[in-house]
């Protein structure tokens, strides 16, 4: 839906290590946003970008960081991951408030 | 703490009847409410959505209602069918100065044959 590819789909990778997951749109749209699915949780905001090289926290940023150097990318990296980060990412675009946002298919972490 | 509230983590309902999802949120400053659906394995899609300032906004078998005074919305299915079988988050958006969609925790829909 509006051209949101993250990749990787799926990964394991062990606690300590660095992890980058990325998410590009064909949409030209200004918003972008990294959400955390977990059982019980509903989906938890951790990072969004209003525009180029502009970013700002949601309510699970800690121990994740993010970059938009381009309007169609967003990179969000585990500095050093940990189990608790164990989760399926999902990110999402949007052209701004009231009109609804557009999700890719998700990438699911497994931190061993 | 959970600023939008679904209650109810699963609801079973029989093909063909009415399905109602319950929503509850706390902030009084969100002006925007938004449903999704959720298949295993693929994003939420967007399903409808309603401002502050109606309190009804119907497509098709889909129709959202909104009680400011409660602060409750809900969304109601009709007839229900086999294909609606999915999660449904509630989201919220507000004047804060920001974009940032608060969702719900979800409930899961099953249709029985």
């Known amino acids: 839906d509006a051209g949101i590819t993250q990749s990787p789909r799926h990964k394991v990778t062990e606690t300590g290590t660095p992890v980058t997951l990325r998410c590009h749109q064909t949409e030209n749209h200004r918003y972008m946003y990294w959400y955390r699915q977990d059982p019980g949780h509903g989906l938890r905001l951790i990072h969004y970008s209003y525009g180029v090289k502009d970013t700002d926290k949601g309510e699970v940023s800690d121990g994740y960081s993010v970059s938009r150097s381009k309007t169609e990318d967003f990179l969000l990296t585990l500095e050093s991951a940990t189990s608790s980060q164990t989760s399926v990412y999902f990110c999402?675009?949007?052209?701004?408030?009231?009109?609804?946002?557009?999700f890719g298919n998700g990438t699911r972490l497994t931190v061993t | 703490d959970q600023q939008v509230k679904q209650n109810s983590p699963s609801l079973s309902v029989q093909e063909g009847r009415i399905s109602i999802l319950n929503c509850d949120y706390t902030?009084?400053?969100?002006?925007?409410f938004l449903w999704y659906k959720k298949y295993p394995a693929e994003g939420p899609t967007f399903l409808i959505s309603?401002?502050?300032?109606?309190d009804k906004n119907e497509d098709g078998r889909f129709t959202v209602f909104l009680n400011k005074s409660a602060k409750h919305l809900s969304l109601h299915i009709v007839p229900s069918q086999p294909g609606d079988s999915a999660v449904y988050f509630c989201a919220a958006i507000g004047n804060f100065g920001n974009e940032k969609l608060t969702f719900g925790t979800g409930t899961r829909l099953t249709i029985i044959p």
């Open positions: 999402a675009t949007g052209q701004g408030k009231n009109s609804p946002l557009h």
């Open positions: 902030n009084s400053m969100f002006d925007y």
């Open positions: 309603i401002s502050s300032i109606k």
